[in-house]
T-cell receptor, first 113, second 112 residues
């Protein structure tokens, strides 16, 4: 079945540590890729997106992601996390053949001071 | 500009009842999608509307339905509520498929 997989369900980091969250998908053809973040008590917000072009995408708050087509991956990175990055992170894929966003199960990130 | 607005924010219903949730998209957005978020299943796609037409439907029973009005506002309805329908229901709007989706705060539905 077509799916989106996020490798880490819970991640705990100290402030200033580097972050990498994995995301793999199993859809063929061209896809639009997204990372969304859900801060406690807030709505889902877009961190970054990839539609085409440079596979290294920069988003808000110092986040970036790299699309590796051959690996069907779209990993999220941040060189130095802050306490305020504590949130749930969702990878989402929109196959160009459809109209739905297909989400991974999410990664809960806790950043400790 | 105003974001996606969902009403009500919280609902408590009894098994067997029906419920209608409302979503007002960002002005100018003609695509509205609905998602169900639960701790066990995560975010699951329900359906998507564009210019009053349902273009795609997720794998949910027929008890879940929706519609979109000419002003792009959308409603979703769940009939014969079951305990398992307790979830956060999210609405998202966008300009179209190749544009990002903006999400509302959601409606927290509790079925007792």
């Amino acid at each position: 079945a077509q799916s989106v997989s996020q490798h880490n369900h819970h991640v705990i980091l100290s402030e200033a540590a580097s972050l990498e969250l994995g995301c793999n998908y199993s859809y063929g053809g061209t896809v639009n890729l997204f990372w969304y973040v859900q801060y406690p008590g807030q709505h889902l917000q877009l961190l970054l997106k990839y539609f085409s072009g440079d596979p290294l995408v920069k988003g808000i708050k110092g986040f970036e992601a790299e699309f590796i087509k051959s690996k069907f991956s779209f990993n999220l990175r941040k060189p130095s996390v802050q306490w305020s990055d504590t949130a749930e992170y969702f990878c989402a894929v929109n196959p160009n053949s459809g109209y739905a966003l297909n989400f991974g199960k999410g990664t809960s990130l806790l950043v400790t001071p | 500009k105003a974001g996606v607005t969902q009403t009500p924010r919280y609902l408590i219903k009894t098994r067997g009842q029906q419920v209608t949730l409302s979503c007002s998209p960002i002005s100018g957005h003609r695509s509205v999608s609905w998602y169900q978020q639960t701790p066990g299943q995560g975010l699951q796609f329900l359906f998507e509307y564009f210019s009053e037409t349902q273009r795609n439907k997720g794998n949910f029973p027929g008890r879940f339905s929706g519609r979109q009005f000419s002003n792009s506002r959308s409603e979703m309805n769940v009939s014969t509520l079951e305990l398992g329908d307790s979830a956060l229901y999210l609405c998202a709007s966008s300009l179209g498929r190749d544009h990002e989706a903006f999400f509302g705060q959601g409606t927290r539905l509790t079925v007792v």
